[in-house]
């Protein structure tokens, strides 16, 4: 599996973005998806996981009601819709996946958790 995560770039506070992480194969529909981030000098933290068929998604408490995580198993695609967006937002973010399907029976906030990651794509906010 590769993945491909695109969309960041420069906004100010307040603004908005939309990250995509594009997934290779045919057994897109059987991955748990998730995107994480890093900070500089910071550990990789969970933002936001999705299930299979979407029916389930949970958020980190420092982007609930403000970044929605959805995916478009036709497209092989996860997205990360991210609102009014913050300085403290400022990272790389990463996609990843989780072969087994299982992640929600697991620990979903976890990096072992996942199997495969993309190559992260920068954010930046500023004040």
């Known amino acids: 599996v590769q993945l491909q995560a695109s969309g960041g770039g420069l906004v100010q506070a307040g603004g908005s973005l939309r990250l995509s992480c594009a997934a290779s194969?045919?057994?897109?529909?059987?991955?748990?998806m998730a995107w994480f981030r890093q900070a500089p000098e910071k550990e990789r933290e969970f933002v936001a996981v999705?299930?299979?068929?979407?029916?389930?998604?949970r958020y980190a408490d420092s982007v609930k009601g403000r970044f929605t995580i959805s995916r478009d198993n036709a497209k092989n695609t996860v997205y990360l819709q991210m609102n009014n967006l913050k300085p403290e937002d400022t990272a790389v973010y990463y996609c990843?996946?989780?072969?087994?399907?299982?992640?929600?029976?697991?620990?979903?906030?976890?990096?072992?958790?996942?199997?495969?990651w993309g190559q992260g794509t920068q954010v930046t906010v500023s004040s």
């Open positions: 990843a996946a989780d072969s087994s399907g299982t992640a929600f029976y697991r620990a979903t906030g976890l990096t072992t958790t996942y199997d495969y």
């Open positions: 194969g045919r057994t897109f529909s059987r991955y748990t």
């Open positions: 999705i299930s299979l068929s979407a029916s389930i998604t």
